[in-house]
């Protein structure tokens, strides 16, 4: 049976959340560039932030009514525009308010990936480190000279090799992770490798993950919200604010304002760039639009095209379970963020409503 390759990114983001690639020769890196101008940053220590009208913009007025109708359809709740900083949109919806917590779901995979770059800028981990070296021999069901071959890239590029034909693929218990290819081999959303970062930042710094993450994230750049476990997962939780000042900083390139929070830029282009030859629109834990091919979460194949059609070719996201999603445009000066419930399209919901959304977003820019 042929499935729409539109809509085949949509299966299955079954998880709470979904080296530069020296063999990509035919698509250059489209991610964003250092020292953006012209931004603004909303204050740590305020809850004030400025906006701009679409009026000011030269958008589309007539556009912004039937995005948020659309929006509101789909179950929902927050919604954030901006445009180089400033607020542009901001909509709350279906019982939700500004003061919200909702889940980030994969979409948080983004976060830990930005904290597995700061762990290697402070010199606790590199990238090539043996995640053994951090996780102690017997993390998983593997030999030791088959854990020691799995690398900190590995787990944040989706490549571990680990079995996901597993009852859960969330599960971190040493039973449930047992070989199945070379690590590097093969492309798989796996969601139990990815929690393991978690551990492996907090071995590597020799303290507690949530506290350094505190440190050196949130209270940087004034954001709310906690990690909270959930079974095996562990999820993010805050405002839809909270998750625009993120994207505001990876917009930024990692800085927020004139703090370089995230000096280390060649970890950064790496990140929101193809990690990998296996998975052209896969980065470190960060989604990539104009690509020539992607993988989907829950199928072993290869589909061409790019990620979301409809959208401009340089977007990076990061995309969870129930359609969460942050959206970052650097050439347009774009941070969306929607978060709330299933937009109700069952499995294929995550990839249509993206499609769907930058669909009544295009009306409103262009």
Request: hydrophobic share 40%; aromatic share 10%.
């Amino acid at each position: 049976m042929k499935i729409p390759v539109h809509l085949i990114i949509g299966i299955s983001f079954l998880v709470f959340g979904c080296s530069k690639d020296s063999g990509d020769t035919t698509i250059p890196p489209v991610g964003p560039e250092p020292e953006v101008e012209g931004l603004y940053f909303p204050p740590l220590d305020a809850d004030t932030w400025e906006t701009t009208s679409i009026a000011e913009l030269g958008w589309n007025m007539e556009a912004e009514q039937p995005l948020l109708d659309f929006l509101e359809a789909k179950n929902t709740k927050a919604f954030l525009l901006l445009k180089d900083g400033k607020i542009v949109i901001e909509a709350y919806m279906n019982g939700s308010g500004a003061s919200s917590n909702n889940a980030w779901n994969s979409a948080g995979k983004t976060l830990s990936a930005f904290i597995v770059g700061l762990a290697q800028q402070e010199g606790f981990l590199s990238l090539d480190d043996s995640s053994a070296n951090y996780l102690g021999s017997g993390w998983s069901s593997l030999s030791e000279n088959e854990e020691a071959k799995i690398t900190i890239k590995h787990h944040i590029s989706m490549t571990t090799g680990l079995d996901y034909n597993v009852a859960n693929q969330n599960c971190t218990d040493a039973n449930c992770l047992t070989f199945l290819n070379d690590p590097g081999s093969f492309w798989y959303y796996h969601n139990a490798p990815y929690t393991l970062n978690h551990a492996i930042v907090a071995g590597a710094i020799d303290g507690d993950y949530d506290s350094y993450f505190d440190t050196k994230l949130k209270q940087a750049i004034g954001m709310n919200g906690a990690w909270v476990q959930l079974g095996y997962a562990r999820v993010y939780y805050s405002t839809a604010r909270s998750m625009a000042r993120f994207g505001l900083l990876n917009l930024n390139m990692g800085t927020w304002d004139n703090n370089q929070i995230l000096a280390d830029t060649a970890y950064f282009n790496e990140m929101v760039n193809t990690s990998q030859d296996l998975n052209k629109s896969y980065g470190y834990l960060w989604w990539l639009n104009g690509k020539e091919s992607y993988r989907s979460p829950g199928l072993e194949l290869q589909f061409p095209g790019k990620l979301i059609p409809n959208a401009p070719d340089d977007l990076i996201a990061g995309l969870g379970k129930d359609d969460q999603k942050l959206h970052i445009v650097p050439s347009k000066g774009l941070v969306i963020v929607r978060m709330g419930d299933d937009a109700g399209e069952a499995l294929l919901g995550p990839s249509s409503f993206d499609n769907e959304l930058w669909e009544k977003i295009n009306a409103l820019i262009n």
